[in-house]
Structures are given as C-alpha cells and as structure tokens.
C-alpha cells in the first residue's frame, strides 16, 4: 500500500505567518510520530500520538508548536507566529503497534523556509 | 540534547573499500535502531538491535552492538555508489520517540 504521505512538500513562510503541516499515516497504524530535522542533524523527536491520544509532547519547542490527530489517522502539526528557526524539515512517522520494535516509516517532510 | 554520538561525521570512500561508522553512549541503551537517508530523501529503517553484543548481517552490512550496551558499529563491505547518504543510529524509547544521533555521510567516488 501507500507509504506515508506529507504535505505541502514545501512551504515558504513569512515570519509571523502561521502555517499547517499534514501527514497522512499508513492506514491502520496507530501510533504516529512528528520530528524536526534541521540541516546537517538527525531527526529531533517533536511529539507522538497513539490513535488520538497525544502520548508525548516533550518536543514540542514552544507554546507555538501545536498537533492534533482528532480522529486517530491524519495529523497536523501547527506552527504559530513563525520565526526563522523554525526553519527545517519537518517529518512524519508512523508505525502499525505500539511496540518498540514495531518499525517507524517516514514521509517525505516537508521543507519549511520562514523569511 | 543528544543522548548518542556518531563518528566520524563524514567519510569518503572509493568504490569497493569497506566503511564503518560508530554510535557511543554515556549511557547504556536499550536498544540501538540504524537508518539510512539518501540525499534528498527521509530515514529509512535498517533494523533494530536489543541483546548485548547482537551482531546481524543484511548482505554486505554488519551491525553490532557492544557488550557494554553502550555502543554501536555499522560496517559496510566493499561499498558501491548506491551505499551513499547519512546513516543514522537512534535509541527508541519503549513504543515513543526515538533519539538520533547525527549521522555520518558518505559518499562514495566510483
């Protein structure tokens, strides 16, 4: 079946802007994962969702980082006010159980420039 | 901040000669996850080691981890051109967030 999907792919913001990031999981996968991965670094853990719970948010960089998973599939991450460190690729996961062995399958990211 | 640390953080290699990249704790981790990116692309999961000094094999990768838990190698023999990206290490914490490290990139000259 298809892989994780994210979108927009890209996404140019002005500072200040607010912007919404989606991620379309793996169907039927119940946990669902968002990273930050700036330029030149590994991934850095954001938050995670099982099903619609919100599990762990201990990522999230500030009070304008926002995510949701209302109905237990999709999810949108939520940026306020950006400011240019915000700038990175943002990247979705999601994996089949709640395991720890269950493997993470990535999306593509999407790739936010703030000006 | 990183609770793994990846060395070296480049590596340049000919086609056809060995690589081998190294994961170090301060800590002993319970498990060890490796990932490879392509230029351009997002991580995709090599495999996942958990037992003291674990050692499996994917064709020509070798992955090991330390007696200590406490590192982790990934060696590649004879490396061609498609063997190219990051190759992340990563500590997955129960059925949550994994933490990486921040890879080593190779490139490979043909």
């Known amino acids: 079946g298809a892989g994780v999907s994210q979108s927009p792919r890209y996404k140019v913001a002005k500072r200040g802007q607010d912007v919404a990031l989606r991620c379309d999981p793996i169907?039927?996968?119940?946990?669902l994962f968002w990273y930050q991965q700036a330029l030149g670094q590994g991934p850095e853990f954001l938050t995670y969702?099982?099903?619609?719970?919100?599990?762990?948010k201990s990522g999230l960089p500030s009070d304008r980082f926002f995510a949701e998973r209302p109905e237990g599939s999709v999810s949108t991450l939520k940026i306020q006010r950006t400011q240019q460190e915000d700038s990175a690729v943002y990247l979705c996961?999601?994996?089949?159980?709640?395991?720890?062995?269950?493997?993470?399958?990535f999306g593509p990211g999407t790739r936010l420039t703030v000006l | 901040g990183q609770q793994v640390m990846q060395i070296p953080q480049y590596q340049h290699v000919q086609e056809g000669e060995d690589f081998t990249t190294y994961c170090n704790s301060s800590?002993?981790?319970?498990?060890i996850q490796w990932y490879k990116q392509r230029p351009g692309g997002h991580p995709v999961f090599l495999i996942q080691?958990?037992?003291?000094?674990e050692v499996k094999k994917q064709k020509r990768l070798t992955f090991q981890f330390g007696e200590a838990k406490k590192n982790s190698s990934l060696h590649i023999t004879a490396t061609q051109t498609t063997d190219v990206g990051t190759y992340f290490c990563a500590e997955r914490f129960n059925a949550g967030k994994s933490t990486f490290g921040d890879g080593t990139t190779l490139t490979v000259k043909p």
């Open positions: 800590t002993t981790l319970s498990n």
């Open positions: 996961a999601s994996s089949k159980g709640t395991q720890g062995t269950d493997t993470q399958y």
């Open positions: 080691l958990v037992k003291s000094g």
């Open positions: 169907s039927g996968h119940v946990s």
């Open positions: 969702f099982q099903n619609e719970a919100q599990l762990d």
